[in-house]
């Protein structure tokens, strides 16, 4: 089995910053690429930041200049350092990460539970 897990959501400021992070655990053999989706009410998920196995990462618009993502590839684990923060980043946050498991060939999509974000003005 393999497991996400998030932490570092919370409630902030308009202007304050956060920091997620997601752990990858179980039977796993590498991890490829990494990324943060968030879900505001009554929206569709959407794809925040993405970090390949290299180091190559892509944002959305919305959050360039404002938000940074990194991973350690020693700890299977991505965090998202958002800074400058509003109220429309407010959104459940979800890491999700393409894995393969050991004794497994190809690589499986794998998500975490979700953190909550909530900006106030």
């Known amino acids: 089995q393999v497991q996400l897990v998030e932490s570092g959501g919370g409630l902030v400021q308009a202007g304050g910053s956060l920091r997620l992070s997601c752990v990858a655990s179980?039977?796993?053999?590498?991890?490829?690429?990494m990324g943060w989706h968030r879900q505001a009410p009554g929206k569709q998920r959407e794809l925040v930041a993405g970090?390949?196995?290299?180091?190559?990462?892509t944002y959305a618009d919305s959050v360039k200049g404002r938000f940074t993502i990194s991973r350690d590839n020693a700890k299977n684990t991505v965090y998202l350092q958002m800074n400058n923060l509003a109220p429309e980043d407010t959104a459940v946050y979800f890491c999700n990460a393409d894995i393969r498991r050991l004794f497994y060939t190809g690589a499986s999509n794998y998500w975490g539970q979700g953190t909550q974000v909530t900006v106030s003005s």
């Open positions: 970090i390949d196995s290299e180091g190559t990462t």
């Open positions: 179980g039977m796993i053999f590498s991890v490829n690429a």
